[in-house]
């Protein structure tokens, strides 16, 4: 979701290290944000991050806004069951929309890629 880190280029670096091609997305996923969490004051440092990435991405996808991702009328999701629903630990539990979020925009942007 952007605002990279140490951790985050240590995986591009070895990505870099073990592929022919490095493509990395930047996108502050919405639907990993519930109603009552602050979406608007998730950290967005673009810049920055592409700058980090100079030299170690062949691609980096960075949609502008959830339209692209996100069309209206869309309703595509990825249903994880129970998997990692509420009755689970830590992130699951404070926050059951999370993991179906994150699930959704993962296959959203592999399949893109």
């Known amino acids: ?5 140490a951790g985050h280029i240590s995986l591009v670096k070895r990505a870099r290290a073990e592929n022919k091609q490095v ?3 930047i996108f502050v996923n919405p639907t990993q944000f519930a109603a009552h969490e602050d979406l ?4 967005r440092t673009l810049n920055e ?6 030299g170690l991405a062949d691609i980096v996808l ?12 869309s309703n595509t999701v990825v249903d994880l069951g129970d ?9 699951s539990r404070a926050r059951p929309h999370f993991f179906k ?3 959704t ?3 959203k942007l592999f399949n893109i890629v």
Not at 49 to 54: A, G, S, T, Y
């Open 1 to 5: 979701m952007g605002s990279l880190h």
């Open 23 to 25: 493509v990395v997305s």
């Open 40 to 43: 608007a004051k998730y950290p």
């Open 49 to 54: 991050d592409l700058e980090l990435l100079r």
């Open 62 to 73: 960075a949609p502008s806004d959830s339209i692209e991702l996100y069309p209206p009328g």
């Open 83 to 91: 998997a990692f629903g509420s009755s689970g630990g830590g992130e």
């Open 101 to 103: 979020g994150v699930a």
């Open 105 to 107: 925009i993962c296959a």
